[in-house]
């Protein structure tokens, strides 16, 4: 189990997360997903600047996750 303080599900982005890191006053964020529920697959990340993410980053999540699955297949 991980705190919502570091790993947090990002709503209606169908198995998207998002790691977050602060260093010193800097924040940062990753997205991630799994694989198989054990394998944590990094998406994109950025440096977090505002209260709201971003709507072009989980959309580069997203596109990044779909690529990843279809290279898969």
């Not at 991630?32 to 440096?47: E, I, K, R, S, W």
């Not at 209260?51 to 596109?63: G, N």
């Amino acid at each position: 189990m991980v705190p919502e303080t570091y790993l947090k599900s990002i709503e209606d982005s169908a198995g998207l997360y998002e790691i977050r890191i602060q260093f010193g006053s800097d924040i940062f964020r990753i997205f991630c997903f799994f694989d198989y529920g054990q394998l944590v697959v990094l998406a994109n990340g950025y440096q977090k600047k505002s209260q709201k993410t971003p709507r072009q980053e989980i959309d580069k999540a997203l596109k990044i996750k779909e690529e990843y699955a279809n290279e898969k297949r």
